[in-house]
């Protein structure tokens, strides 16, 4: 993955009818990876908010300095932003984008439904545990170049870091185990969707997620040809198909 000309890093917004839908990127990465879904419910009639985090789209460095605080002050004002203007939101979110869904989850129980794509609760590398003493010896390392991507066509769609920013990946480690705690207060309508191929998050992660959420209403749905980023990758028109559904469902 890399940092792709032409595509905009920046937030973007959709005005449609009165049920909007909140999409959140993930960790290192950027609103793009959520656009294909975007687009996808837009023409269907919604609006759609596709905020920036802090610390992503920009530098390395950037992201380095930013505190899981803001990633959760940004979406809370995204929502915010978004309750304003629609009668009512759904919020979903990718990887890192997933654990701030949640997080909205267990402080608002008014939220109809919620989408956790490639849910980041449990992550795949353990290194993160490392990363409170690893980062004042490696501010950054160099991501792998291997990809889970099953489309050659995916990664055009994704703006990312091509380095690992420590400091934040420590940030990203405090988040998730905040959210774990959270788990049980999610009670509203959840879909978590996953792939089989995905190598960032644990094997278990989506299934921990669904058993913990304290969700009566929930869904999972296993995809088994794609990466991590389901939402631009083989899948993502059936991602995008099953999310419109749930909404549809829900609203």
Same mark, same amino acid.
């Given at each position: 993955m890399t940092q792709h000309s032409h595509l905009d890093?920046?937030? @973007? @917004?959709?005005?449609?009818?009165?049920?909007g839908v909140l999409l959140i990127h993930g960790f290192t990465g950027s609103p793009p990876e959520m656009r294909l879904l975007g687009d996808y419910l837009h023409q269907r009639g919604y609006t759609i908010s596709g905020p920036r985090l802090p610390g992503h789209g920009t530098s390395v460095d950037d992201m380095n300095r930013s505190k899981w605080t803001e990633w959760t002050d940004c979406v809370e004002k995204a929502l915010a932003d978004l309750q304003a203007r629609c009668e009512t939101v759904f919020v979903g979110g990718l990887s890192m984008g997933s654990v701030l869904t949640l997080y909205l989850a267990a402080h608002h129980s008014e939220l109809p439904g919620i989408i956790a794509y490639s849910p980041a609760v449990v992550v795949a590398?353990?290194?993160?545990?490392? $990363?409170?003493?690893?980062?004042?010896?490696?501010?950054?390392? =160099?991501?792998?170049?291997e990809k889970d991507l099953t489309d050659p066509e995916a990664d055009l769609r994704l703006w990312s870091y091509e380095q690992d920013p420590i400091f934040a990946a420590h940030e990203l480690l405090k988040l998730i185990r905040q959210v774990r705690r959270l788990l049980p207060q999610v009670t509203c309508p959840l879909l978590v969707i996953h792939s089989t191929l995905d190598t960032a998050i644990h094997p278990t992660s989506a299934q921990f997620t669904y058993e913990r959420a304290g969700s009566i209403d929930k869904?999972?749905? $296993?995809?088994? =040809?794609?990466?991590h980023c389901i939402t631009v990758d083989s899948e993502w028109e059936a991602v995008a198909a099953k999310t419109?559904? @749930?909404i549809q469902a829900h609203q």
């Open positions: 890093p920046s937030a @973007f @917004f959709l005005e449609g009818g009165p049920i590398s353990r290194l993160i545990y490392l $990363t409170p003493v690893l980062k004042y010896l490696l501010p950054a390392r =160099n991501q792998s170049s869904e999972l749905v $296993t995809l088994h =040809n794609s990466g419109y559904e @749930f």
